[in-house]
């Protein structure tokens, strides 16, 4: 399942979303990615973070994501969901659930989802620093590099 | 030909709109050509393009790389390597 | 932090637990391990599993494996938790939480505790089938296997 | 020397009681000799520890080996391979 939102998101609901009233799943994986208040490690403090993205594109993007994890590993669910607008400092950005028979499946796939999303999906970063500037967050190699491991 | 093209975070900020539909002259036929021409279209688009080589295009929704064609395109999108998650 | 206890867990409390009022924590992993209908992939299904247990090494044993977590990867923070007594399918057996500023550090430390949890932690499952009969769960060689790749 | 014992699991269950205490002959000094010698107390002991080599011990709280001294023991717990998470 993939959502596109301004709107906070509860990890338990999400969850039992996936997992309520099954016996199948063994393994449930989430990854939860953060506003830090030093967002960039060279930066000084922010105070907001502004997330721009590509209308229909970022949803046909995740949802390829999503069909290739679930082609790769065995799973018994998959959820995607990424907040847009204005958020602050402590806010949740993103989720990723995989429910899966087994750990390994599970936290590979969770790995997997968000690397592809990080290179991928079309989202932009802009933080405001204490003074008020406002800058794009540059894109970092080393979530490019990481990429080289699904290759196989 | 007319192209709807839209632009995203810094390339929309440097260009002063997030979308507009242009004609495009019949030698324009990928996308590495059409950055080209844009970067004529005045000095807006002369800085939008200035790093052309880190410019991100997807057609139609898709990712794409500097030498695919645009000729069926419906929509031409340019942004910055994309930084969510 | 360690917890083992008979009482279900949530997964949202306990990542508000490591994280509220925090801004320098910028990815959160969780692993919930449940209890599958047909537990062994060999066996039947199943009506109710019991979990002993070794108190006082139990919590000596996990406590061992987050230091040991905390030493190879900078994070904010760990909370394990695990259930004893009678479970049944669907039920939450384990849960694991690892923060950190970064997505790669989280993951690996989460696989790193349940890795480790999986073949040190002294916790023995028994399986009740639909037919009454009971069964102590077989360690899986696979479990022991994987610790290879933390031997670095 | 008295020694305190713990069993779990099937261990438990086969030698049917999870804790004694018990008096240890003074040649018994290592985790090998010490189930060489309980296997000699009764057929239920036998029988719990006749696959010794997949049974794992404890010694006060710390997994160890089968050559480990028990010399200083406090506490000392036989248990199947553990399978918990």
Same mark, same amino acid.
């Given at each position: ?10 990890? %338990? ?5 996936? %997992? ?15 506003? *830090? ?10 105070? %907001? ?5 590509y209308p229909g594109m970022? /949803? ?11 082609? *790769? ?29 087994? *750990?390994?499946?599970?936290? /590979? ?8 999303? #990080? ?5 932009? #970063? ?6 008020? %500037? ?19 | 030909m007319t192209g709807k093209l839209l632009y995203f975070?810094?390339v929309r900020?440097?260009i002063?709109k997030g979308e507009e539909l242009v004609d495009l002259?019949?030698?324009v036929?990928?996308v590495?050509?059409l950055i080209?021409w844009l970067?004529?279209r ?15 295009t997807a057609i139609d929704q898709t990712?794409v790389?500097?030498?695919a064609?645009i000729t069926d395109a419906r929509e031409i999108a340019f942004f ?6």
């Amino acid at each position: 399942m993939i959502r596109v939102q301004p709107d906070d998101f509860d990890v %338990s609901t999400e969850i039992a979303r996936l %997992s309520d009233g099954r016996t199948d799943i063994g393994a449930i994986v989430t990854f939860t990615g953060t506003v *830090r208040g030093g967002a960039n490690d060279s930066a000084g403090a922010i105070t %907001s973070m502004t997330l721009e993205h590509y209308p229909g594109m970022t /949803e046909k993007e995740l949802a390829r994501i999503e069909t290739e994890a679930n082609a *790769r590993w065995p799973l018994q669910g998959t959820t995607i969901i990424h907040r847009i607008g204005e958020l602050n400092p402590g806010d949740n950005i993103v989720l990723v659930v995989t429910a899966s028979r087994h *750990r390994r499946a599970a936290f /590979e796939a969770a790995e997997f989802l968000m690397d592809y999303l #990080k290179t991928r999906a079309t989202f932009w #970063k802009k933080e405001t620093a204490a003074d008020g %500037s406002g800058d794009w967050v540059d894109a970092r190699d080393a979530d490019e590099a990481v990429l080289a491991r699904w290759k196989k | 030909m007319t192209g709807k093209l839209l632009y995203f975070a810094w390339v929309r900020e440097k260009i002063g709109k997030g979308e507009e539909l242009v004609d495009l002259p019949g030698d324009v036929s990928d996308v590495a050509q059409l950055i080209s021409w844009l970067k004529t279209r005045g000095p807006e688009y002369e800085h939008a393009f200035e790093r052309a080589d880190i410019i991100r295009t997807a057609i139609d929704q898709t990712h794409v790389k500097p030498d695919a064609r645009i000729t069926d395109a419906r929509e031409i999108a340019f942004f910055p390597p994309v930084t969510g998650g």
